[in-house]
Structure formats: C-alpha cells, structure tokens
C-alpha cells in the first residue's frame, strides 16, 4: 500500500493548464498516480497508508524560489519557516556574484566580511568547505547530518571566482587568470551547480569587463547552464544595462536569467514596458531568456552597497579605511549626493528612501526602523554624517530597505510569459524585507485573488513549471505522475502573506500542508522536525552538446495566448 493519498484535491499542476479536481497517490517520495475526478466517477478509489482530505484546498507543485540567499541560513537554522511556511521547497543561492565556494581561506575572509549584511558573519558555522562540490556536500549533510529544511540549487558566484583569482582590484584579468576562472567555473557546474550569477553593481564582480564574462558564460553554455545576472543598473541606465546582458549571452550563445529584474527609482517611473520589448525582441529572434521579481516596491541590500566602486576596490578592509578618511569620504559623499554612484545605480542618494533595516552591532539598534534621514535629524547631524559613522562602527554591517520602486513596473513585468518568482529574501537583521517571509503567498493572495493581476493557474505556473523548466529538473515544478512529491496545499480563499514592514517574521496564513519528497515539512499549519531537503545537483550535459528538450522560454511561448 502506498505511503499517501490526497483526496478531492483541486489541482493546479504548474503549467498553466485549467484546474480539475483530483485524488493524488505518494509513494517513496514521489507521485505514483493521479485520479481525476476520482469522487464523481464512482470508480475505485485508491487507497494509503495515509488519506488527507483536500476538500477546498489547492494542490500545485512546490514553489521554487529563484533568487534566495539562505546560503548559510538552511545550515544554521533547521526550522527556516521564513520559506518552508510559505511553500517553497526548492530555493536557488550563490546570487548575486557572492557566496561561499569556490573560495581559499583569504578569500572566504573577503567574502564572509563582504555579505555579512546578507547572511551574517557565521562565526556560529565551521567553514568545512572550499570547492563549489563540498559547500553542496555540506548542505546534504546539513544540520546534525540528518538534511536542510527545504532543497537548494547553487549558482557559481563569478565574484567569488573574480576575488579567489584575481583579488578585489579593479583591473582586467589578464589571459592566465581568465584560463583558471573557466576552470572553476567548469568544475562548479561538474560538480552540480546550475549555472553562474554575478553582482554588476558589487565589487569584485563588477570589475569584470563584457569580454571577461562573455567567455565565463561560454563555459556556463557549454554544460547546459545559464547566466543570472545582477546586472550593472537598475536606475539611470537600466535598459541599457539590461540590453548589455542579452548581448552578451547572446554573442556566448548562453540562456539568460535576469535577476529581479525591476525598473526602479524615478528616472524609470512607467518605464516596465520598454522593457519588455526589448526582451520580446530578444525572445521573437531566438533568445532563451527568463527573469524574476519580487512582488513589492522596495528593494534590499547593504548600506556599504552604494558606494562608488572606487571606493570599494580593495574590499572591507579598504573601504573602511577610505571611510575613516576625511578627504577620501568627502569625495564618497560627493559621488553619492551629487554626481551618483554606480553603487546607487547612477541615481543622487535620497537619504529619505534609505530605512535601516539590520544592524550587527547591537549597541547600534535604535537606527533600525529609520531612514538615514530621519535617524541624522534625531541626532542633529546631516544624513551622510549617520551613514559614515554606522558603516565605520559596524563594519560594513548594516542593511537596508531602499524605497525607490513603482508598482506599475512591478505589475507590468510580472504579466510577462518568461517571468519566475523569486524572494530575494535576506534574513538577517532585527527588520528584514517582508518578502523574506511573504513573497510566495502574496503573489497568490495580493495578486491573484485581491488584485486580479494574474489567473491562479498562471501564477502558480510563474512559481512552479516555469522556474524547474528554466533549472532543467526533470522531474519537479509539476504536478505529474513520477514526478517528486514536493507539494503545497493551500487554501485560495485565505491565502495571504502575514509579514509586514512593521512585522517582517510574521508566518503566512492559508497554507496547512507543504510536502517535500511526500514528507510534511508543514503540516496542519505548523513546522515539523522533518529535514526532507537535499543540495539539488543538476547533471552537466557533454561539454558542447545541444541543450536536451524544451528551453523555458520555448515552453512558456506554447502557452502565450494564456501568460502572456
């Protein structure tokens, strides 16, 4: 008899086909049989183990989560309801050209003291990996040996193999370490990752020229990965920036995944679909190209983000020590306030958009919640006085919530056919981004049933099919017999993100039962002591060999007249 039988589902399988109604079989971790409408044909009813009544609840395929960064996160923290709440059950990190492998030990320091805004410092984790396999063994091994709460794929993070050959300095690599950055980037990708991101708006990742990582992204294509780009604005110059990346993978002959891809600040105010038609115009020429957002108007990063990459050469203990200087932090502030950095995205900071949102310093906790303007005029100093003294004071530490979005170019872009959901969740700090905890639900409350912006079989296809199409997994992202048995059931009625800017960890509601290898991971509403999630290694194709079966933009194109 077999371990599972879900009744009376509705379900919405994940490629954007209409709902049915179904009972739905699990065993040894995967779907064995679907019975459509198995209750009104009076056949016999399969039988389990177990039986969970679905009646009113929709059963869709576990939701991915495209642009992650629990890198460290799903080591430390065996319960991670901040995703597993929410129905994600595969989550993709390495964003953003930083993380943790490939590395030696001088450049893990880099990097550690680089992203601790993102994840930390992780003086609580030992450090037991170096190459981009190990950090995946690692993530099987998980906590106490026995898993992860939820799946994770890992992307090559260029900066990371930028600094570990080449340093923090901004220069062209020459010809020999070019050749090692191919080599790391092959044995990443042999080792299981599913492709390459980079952070064009940090350093070292963005001291790379286009011909540098034009022939990174060669390798990526020839092992049937794709590129994910933090591309080099997403304010004064977006389009251009986003054009650079199409160019670039085009001439490689590389698929492109652009990440989070927004138009943001007021330079780009209406501007969603200018955008769209240029990928529309990348796609009808032959492009393979998918994007993700998150559905929220701010974005996230660090503080020490914005500053101008001149400053940043070097790495942490270099721009702390320009900081610490009078007259090189009077140029800092100049490129900020008045010229506009390429940390800010060509855009003057507005100190009034810029709110706190973690410290690691805790004597330094009463900026949380603030916006640099509003802390500066509490202590009757000018704004760009209070963000120097708390980059200095908590080295680099502090996050951010950057409100510069609009949510026309929010909803626009998530109409488009290639578009994916990703949380770009970080979750750390005392105020974390909302969307660390909600993205998921208020894709499916907010958007689909309050707001009419998407169906709720589009939607689910943008978080499921779509996602494990553009990964290459053959076997996850629908709803189909053989498949793995990562499942969400939620209740379309109630379904909401519980996490606000005022209470960011606030669990959603709407989601009682969430399966991972037809394990319950939530169950009834609440997080058990399963740890179902593994590193989800993707096989490399033969180097060179022609990508196997559908591309994601191939497979979204079939269903345009609905997603589209």
């Not at 993100?497 to 009834?524: K, M, Q, W």
Request: glycine share 12%; proline share 5%.
């Amino acid at each position: 008899m077999e371990d599972l039988v879900i009744r009376d589902a509705d379900v919405v399988d994940g490629t954007g086909a209409d709902s049915y109604r179904a009972d739905v079989l699990i065993d040894d971790g995967r779907i064995v049989s679907i019975v459509k409408e198995a209750a009104a044909a009076g056949c016999q009813r399969p039988k389990a183990v177990r039986e969970l009544d679905a009646e009113g609840l929709v059963l869709s395929p576990g939701f991915i989560d495209m642009h992650a960064h629990s890198d460290l996160a799903l080591l430390r923290d065996p319960d991670h309801s901040a995703k597993a709440a929410q129905g994600v059950t595969l989550e993709v990190l390495g964003q953003d050209g930083l993380s943790y492998a490939p590395v030696d030990d001088r450049t893990l320091e880099g990097v550690r003291r680089a992203i601790t805004g993102w994840n930390g410092y992780g003086e609580d984790l030992d450090f037991d990996w170096r190459s981009v396999g190990e950090y995946l063994d690692r993530l099987d091994h998980g906590v106490e040996g026995r898993g992860i709460a939820v799946n994770a794929a890992y992307l090559i993070p260029q900066g990371t193999v930028r600094a570990l050959v080449v340093g923090w300095e901004d220069r062209p690599a020459t010809d020999r370490e070019l050749d090692r950055m191919r080599r790391l980037v092959a044995e990443g990708l042999e080792q299981g990752a599913v492709g390459l991101s980079s952070g064009l708006t940090y350093t070292p990742g963005m001291y790379a020229r286009g011909a540098e990582l034009t022939e990174l992204c060669r390798v990526v294509a020839g092992y049937g990965g794709y590129y994910c780009p933090h591309h080099r604005s997403y304010g004064a110059g977006a389009l251009e920036a986003y054009a650079e990346m199409i160019e670039l993978t085009r001439e490689a002959g590389c698929p492109l995944h652009l990440a989070h891809a927004t138009m943001n600040f007021g330079v780009n105010e209406g501007r969603a679909p200018e955008l769209l038609t240029l990928l529309d115009e990348a796609l009808a020429s032959g492009a393979d190209i998918t994007l993700d957002t998150y559905p929220y108007t701010p974005g996230c990063t660090t503080l020490a983000a914005l500053l101008p990459s001149w400053a940043s050469e070097g790495g942490p203990p270099e721009i702390l020590r320009r900081l610490a200087d009078h007259d090189t932090a009077a140029r800092i502030r100049h490129d900020l306030e008045v010229t506009g950095a390429d940390g800010c995205h060509g855009v003057p900071v507005d100190w009034d958009t810029i709110e706190i949102s973690g410290v690691g310093d805790e004597r330094l906790a009463d900026h949380v919640g603030r916006t640099v303007h509003a802390s500066a005029l509490l202590r009757g100093e000018e704004p760009w006085t209070t963000a120097r003294r708390l980059l200095l004071e908590d080295r680099l530490a502090p996050t951010i919530l950057q409100h510069v979005g609009h949510e026309e170019n929010v909803r626009t872009i998530m109409r488009h056919r290639v578009h994916t959901g990703g949380s770009d969740g970080v979750l750390t700090g005392a105020k974390p981004h909302p969307r660390a905890y909600g993205t998921f639900p208020r894709y499916l409350g907010h958007y689909v049933r309050e707001s009419g912006i998407l169906s709720l079989e589009e939607c689910v296809a943008h978080l499921t099919g779509r996602p494990a199409a553009r990964l290459r997994l053959p076997d996850r992202g629908l709803v189909r017999e053989g498949h793995r048995a990562d499942l969400v059931l939620f209740d379309p009625d109630t379904v909401a993100a519980g996490s606000t800017y005022e209470a960011p960890r606030t669990l959603p509601t709407g989601i009682p039962h969430v399966l991972i290898d037809g394990r319950f991971v939530i169950e009834n509403g609440r997080r058990t002591d399963v740890l179902a999630g593994r590193a989800v290694r993707r096989s490399p194709m033969r180097r060179n060999a022609a990508p196997g079966g559908p591309s994601p933009t191939a497979w979204a194109g079939c269903r345009r007249s609905r997603s589209g």
